[in-house]
């Protein structure tokens, strides 16, 4: 028997709500348990009261003398959770549980049919272009994240006969070369693939991308090198010619419209793919060294270029399929004119610029605001100082979490934005994309302040210089000052941060698809990766002096400033369609 879609909905609200509960519970002091009272009950319910103007009532010690059932399960919980607390690896598995647990509730309230609407049956050809996509979607996606947890190993191995140069270094100049790669070369690559067809351009990146994982074999710099700028320009094959392919492909099979929800399957795959990976590429790892998953990799982009070979038909920029003047083929000159042309463009291609600079900004400086939170906290139950030194974040279930998160923001995208979502009478209650984006960005911003002045409260920084911000930094640290509460509240941002991100990929995607030109668009979607890439190789150049700190308060800001591109958007979108009902 299925639950009723009320219940359904109270239990997904609790859900959602407890792992907050739970990183509480990480923050929590173990004595917390001695202090647990249930409050005094009226006599009407069994238990005796105690009278201001009075002695205790006859068999009042009695009552309060034995341990009632509720009291003692409690307390057996509360004992239990923090057994399951105290240690980092308990700790984050417990919230991976949690996390994984709300996304089934959401999963099965969506199905049910929260509305109380009728079920609407998915077109045949919507269901046909969706199979096709994702297939090849998430096997790109499977040899892209299999390549990430081992970056810094397999660059770090290498020997390059210079003892004077370390090998973070090294790292770090393959790691800029690759992002540099992305910014010099992905319009170039983006205006051939509208010119030559989105299909020869995922072909290109399972080529190239191969060929950069197995660089990764060779001891020699200068192949190192090569490996990573053809991983660049793989980079920016891989997040606009499958895009742009599903977007000209649903334009010709005229199913427009269920883009949305074929973004927020392809993003909530990915996050459940991410997680495959990391155990992958851990397993590869241990039996082939870091060079494993790299290996590995090559088999998922194989096949997906071969599945991609068999059931994608080629389409090219709009322009020229209906053109055979191969003057008329997109030009970069051009794009930045329809980018010009179009202030809508503009700030969808800002808030895309925007966002994923912060994203990227964080992922290179959330493992050691965590690991120095986590080290705080944990080491009070550690039995001696060794035992506390040898305290390690488990980064893996760390990431696992934020995977889970994201694939918790990407449900929540498919069901308030689903064009299937109709009330009895069959009008649609979808969200809009673009108000969802202003939620989703308000939510983004108050979740990076909220980490940046999580760590600000325990390690002031350079953001302690700026007058303004000190002010706000100390009233935080007043507030937030114990490891248990920097802890608490460092995890519950990144956690709201990374839903947020499993939102904003399926919302970009949608926002794209209606706002930037077919004849243009993998050129545009590429403009748009040059501030982007300009921006965090600045932070990273500038981290010693930013700190981590300085860095998430630039992604603060970012974000902050994609808000208000948001709002402008959202401004202008209900201006054009006030005018289109006078």
Known sequence: MIPSTKSLGRLA?????????????FASSPTAVHRFHLPHLTAGHGVTTKHSNGPLKKGTALHLSI???????????????????????????????????????????????????????????VKSLQIRFLAVFWLLRMADWLQGPYFYQVYASKSFGDATTGAMTWVSRLFLTGFASTALFGPIVGRLC??????????????????????????????????RVLGGIGTSLLFSAPEAWLVGEAGREGVESSLGDTFGLAYAGDSIVAILAG????????????????????????????????????????????????????????????????PKIMLVGAMQSLFESAMYIFVLNWPPAVSKAVSAYFSKFAKDSTAAAAISTPYGTVFSCFMACCLLGSTIFGQLTSSSRVDKDG??????????AVGMLTLATLAMGGAT???????????????????????VASTVSSPASVLGAL?????????CVGMYFPAIGTLRSKYFPDSHRSVVMNLFGIPLNAMVVSVFLSIEGLGVQGALGVSTAALATALGCSLKLRGIVSKNEGSAKQ
């Open 427 to 436: 009008n649609s209650k979808s969200i809009s994309t673009e108000n969802f």
């Open 453 to 475: 002045m999580a760590i600000s409260s325990s390690a002031p920084g350079i953001l302690s210089k700026i007058p303004i911000v000190s002010n706000i930094l100390g009233g």
């Open 279 to 342: 155990q992958i590429a851990g397993f590869a790892a241990s039996q082939r060294g870091p060079t494993g998953p790299f290996e590995v990799s090559v088999g998922f982009l194989i096949l997906g270029g071969l599945i991609s070979s068999i059931l994608w038909k080629e389409n090219v920029a709009s322009n020229n399929s209906s053109s055979g003047d191969s003057g008329n083929k997109p030009t970069i000159r051009d794009a930045v004119k329809v980018v010009k042309s179009d």
């Open 13 to 25: 609200t609790i859900l959602c709500l407890y792992p907050i509960l739970a990183i509480h519970a």
């Open 194 to 227: 509208d010119s030559y067809g989105r299909k020869a351009g995922t072909l290109a990146f399972s080529l190239l991308y191969s060929l950069g994982a197995y660089s990764t074999k060779s001891p020699l710099l200068s192949v190192l090198l090569v490996g």
């Open 67 to 125: 341990p009632r059932g509720g009291a003692v399960a409690a307390t057996a919980a509360a004992s239990k959770l923090t057994e399951w607390t105290s240690s980092p690896n308990s700790a984050f598995n417990l919230a991976l549980g949690i996390l994984g647990a709300c996304t089934a509730v959401l999963k099965l309230y969506g199905r049910s049919g929260s509305d109380g609407g009728p079920v609407t049956k998915k077109d045949p050809k």
């Open 491 to 499: 995890i519950a941002c990144l956690f709201l941060f990374e839903s």
